[in-house]
């Protein structure tokens, strides 16, 4: 895959066409507003496109696709930030200190925050991809079920990270949603589990429709108990629109490191934006000097998720362009779209049509810089959201919680989901359970137990198979790491707090 | 300010329901077709089904053979059931894609409704299946597969997606029953897309992948995979040098093919309207042109042709899910 620096000025010289770069602004704010509505994802958005794209030239379909898909990114914080709902599983992170931030009256520094945090993600990743796209795809190659059983399980170990304080909450909050995502056919036996007769469950419970049924209506439901204290409470106040000085020097380390780490997760096929805004979280919360402030609105625990899943989501082009493998269900559609029309990504195309990779490469970096002004631009608008009386806004939440989760799979009976959603969400707001390991064990899980029964079946039964490559040994490491770090600090300020009794313990 | 907030909601509110608000139907009772139609892809937007749906719609449309407002609808889940169990219930300008998972999902046991359900209308396009190995495996040919696994039905990881008692899955064991291998034995793992299966030989985390020939396609012409052998019973165009089973003594056909079905109970009238527009679609510049770019290749059956078809695979998918040991008890 050699690269040509003529090439690459000639795919800017495509981008910058005004045709293209029409199709970027089209394609970032209909992906910013996909991105903020529950449901309504990315992949949804380039599947209502496909006829339009029939009839275009392959590289703008490409390029406007491209931007839906990263423009998702910046847009589904948004509702994180100020209504605690993610609009999709690489937002959820962003609800840890974002909407804290919110009810603090920083939700105007949290947008812009996120928005500047996306874009230096994204061009880590444009820029990673044009230095590494080869040898990452080879790199991701080698990830084979064992590898992937172990990636999964790491994530998880995330969850200690998220529940401190309240541990045994956590793993029952976890445990809740590793039973849930066994529901559904088992794919190496064809077996039906927990389906009870109900064919839309099949498939298993679509995580988005938790997502949006806990957070959402949980949330909605919270908050109409005291919705009369809510009303009188007035304005919030949104602070600032612009970050201070103080906030960005705590943000930069974070963001560029998260960038790498989303990066090179958004490579690998089926991990996704989830798991990088995840793991890039509880990867800041466990080396920050303050990890009691994340989850309380620091501004770095913002940021680094931010910066992580935009970075995946350009990751994910890596296997689709070089392999013609969607990595995600967004590029799953892409490359749909893009077959139809005749362009078939693949091992072939960098070599055949290097202007056409190019031409969206370049379209990355452009389209990034368009975002960030989209979405600090409209971060006055969307604060007036905060403004917007109770009575009023929850309603509405409601209605796009229902029509997010009817577009997504067209089934009623993700209705009824929803609403059982909305209650145990709402338990586990009264009870104090933290909602994230549920969530997060649900999107893992079917697959963590695959992989590691393919291991199995491929290893003739043999666990050994779990240690049989570097990456699966450097996994096991970071997994214990992450299990123990939080016990390792405690133990080391116990013994400075012996050697300093002044020090007030955690 | 909150003037323009309302502006916005109401805005985001319309495009929402826009997006599902294909409900509306008309009474096709004089007549057919009026109102709306809706193709009905049983599977996410991203596949073969929601492709075929999708390619429908455009050439019924821009060849102006059908003026009604066309729509796609997908309705994903159970391997085609979630959208099949939709259709039964529908009025006639309700039609939807369907493959042999029609066939083998009762087969299998996982559905009650078989293709007796439903009203053949056609079958449009078939794909062929491919066996592939690394280019640098030690099996050079379909016949030093077979031998092996004849000997060790289990020495060799064979890669399927999505499920077991697909198409993937049964060509293959077709071709080891052909052959005199023991298919109940066979080894297989199940990935969740065929994406996922490419990803897996290609990181050789197993021995032989089956899949459509389009998915090995790219892979085999960038040199990393070889293709043993492919179901059809010709040599495909553009893999002129892999060999068919056939060439390599196993006898067999097995075409993965798609196609079209509306709900029971279609009128004479009805089925003649949809030979007379799917047989002018089939014929259409953009239809081929479509099924090009997708590598699917003409297997157009009319309404008649396809009820005997289906009633031949069905007889012929139910001996194969006897072989590989999936039948219901």
Not at chain 1, 141 to 151: I, Q, S, V
Not at chain 1, 201 to 228: K, P, Q, T
Not at chain 1, 354 to 372: A, E, R
């Amino acid at each position: 895959m050699g690269y040509n620096i003529s090439d690459m000025i000639q795919g800017f010289h495509t981008a910058l066409m005004p045709i293209n770069l029409l199709f970027v602004v089209i394609g970032g704010f209909l992906g910013t507003i996909v991105g903020m509505l529950p449901g309504l994802g990315p992949a949804t958005a380039v599947a209502v496109l496909i006829p339009i794209t029939f009839g275009m030239d392959p590289i703008s379909a490409l390029i406007l696709m491209a931007a839906i898909y990263y423009g998702a990114m910046y847009g589904g914080s948004r509702s994180s930030i100020l209504l605690n709902t993610p609009g999709d599983g690489s937002a959820i992170a962003a609800t840890f200190d974002g909407y804290p931030m919110a009810k603090k009256g920083q939700a105007g520094q949290a947008l812009a925050m996120s928005a500047i945090a996306s874009l230096i993600g994204g061009l880590i990743a444009v820029v990673g991809f044009i230095l590494l796209a080869g040898p990452l795809a080879k790199f991701a190659l080698k990830f084979g079920p064992a590898e992937y059983f172990l990636l999964f399980l790491f994530t998880l170990s995330a969850i200690v990270s998220l529940s401190k304080g309240a541990m045994v909450k956590g793993f029952i909050s976890m445990a809740v949603g590793l039973l849930l995502s066994t529901v559904g056919i088992d794919q190496q036996t064809g077996v039906y589990r927990f389906t009870f007769g109900i064919s839309q469950l099949s498939d298993g419970i679509d995580f988005l429709v938790v997502i949006i049924g806990i957070y959402a209506v949980g949330e909605v439901l919270y908050n109409l108990i005291g919705i009369d204290k809510l009303s009188s409470k007035g304005k919030k106040g949104v602070g600032k629109i612009w970050i201070t000085k103080e906030q960005w020097k705590r943000s930069l380390g974070p963001i560029l490191r998260s960038g790498p780490i989303g990066f090179v997760i958004g490579c690998l096929p089926g991990a996704g934006g989830s798991i990088a805004s995840m793991l890039s979280y509880t990867t800041e919360k466990q080396i920050s000097k303050r990890p009691d402030e994340f989850g309380k609105g620091a501004i770095e625990g913002l940021a680094a998720p931010e910066s992580s899943n935009n970075a995946a989501s350009v990751g994910a082009m890596i296997p689709l362009l070089t392999m013609g493998i969607p990595g995600s269900g967004t590029t799953a559609v892409m490359l749909g779209a893009l077959v139809m029309i005749g362009l078939r990504p693949g091992p072939l195309l960098f070599k055949d049509s290097p202007d056409m990779v190019w031409s969206l490469i370049d379209s990355m970096f452009i389209g990034n810089i368009f975002l960030v002004i989209i979405n600090i631009l409209l971060v006055g608008l969307l604060v007036k959201i905060l403004d917007t009386p109770p009575k009023v806004l929850y309603p509405i939440i409601l209605v796009l919680a229902f029509v997010g989760t009817y577009t997504m799979n067209y089934s009623i009976v993700d209705f009824y989901l929803l609403m059982i959603f909305g209650i145990i969400g709402l338990v586990m707001k009264l009870l104090k359970f933290p909602i994230a390991p549920l969530i997060l064990a649900l999107i893992v899980g079917g697959d963590m137990e695959q992989n590691f029964r393919k291991s199995l079946v491929s290893s003739n039964g043999d666990l050994g198979v779990f240690f049989h490559s570097g990456i699966s040994i450097t996994l096991i490491v970071l997994t214990l790491l992450s299990l123990t770090y939080p016990f390792i600090i405690q133990w080391f300020k116990k013994r400075k707090k012996s050697a300093d009794p002044a020090n007030e313990s955690m | 300010m909150k003037k323009s907030m309302l502006l916005i909601f109401g805005l985001i509110l319309t495009l929402g329901l826009s997006a599902c608000s294909s409900q509306s139907s008309g009474e096709g009772e004089k007549q057919y077709p009026k109102g709306n139609l809706q193709i009905i892809a049983p599977a996410t937007p991203g596949g073969g089904w929601d492709a075929t749906a999708r390619a429908m719609q455009k050439v019924f449309k821009d060849n102006d053979l059908i003026t009604n407002n066309i729509n796609v609808v997908n309705k994903p889940g159970g391997g085609g059931e979630v959208g099949w169990k939709y259709l039964k219930n529908q009025k006639p300008n309700h039609l939807a894609i369907n493959s042999s998972l029609v066939l083998t999902n009762n087969l299998l046991g996982s559905s009650d409704l078989t293709y007796k359900d439903f009203t053949p209308l056609a079958i449009l396009t078939t794909e062929w299946e491919a066996v592939v190995v690394p280019k640098d495996s030690p099996i050079k040919s379909a016949k030093d597969l077979m031998k092996k696994l004849k000997v060790n039905p289990k020495s060799l990881k064979v890669a399927v997606a999505p499920s077991l008692g697909n198409d993937d899955h049964l060509s293959f064991v077709q071709a080891a029953k052909t052959y005199g291998v023991d298919a109940t034995k066979l080894n297989f793992l199940v990935y969740g897309s065929g994406g996922d299966t490419v990803t897996a030989l290609l990181g050789k985390h197993v021995d032989v992948a089956t899949m459509s020939v389009s998915e090995a396609k790219e892979q085999y012409k960038a040199g990393k995979f070889r293709i043993l052998a492919v179901t059809s019973n010709k040599r495909i165009k553009g893999l002129d040098d892999v060999p068919t089973w056939k060439e390599q003594g196993v006898d067999m056909e097995f075409p993965h093919w798609r196609g079209v079905m509306g709900p029971p109970d279609m009128t004479k009238e009805q089925i003649a309207y949809w030979d007379k527009k799917l047989s002018k679609m089939v014929k259409s510049d953009d239809w081929k042109k479509i099924m090009k770019n997708n590598d699917w290749e003409p297997y157009y059956k009319n309404s008649k042709e396809t009820k005997k078809f289906l009633k031949e695979q069905n007889k012929m998918y139910k001996d194969l899910i006897d072989e590989a040991g999936l039948a219901k008890k």
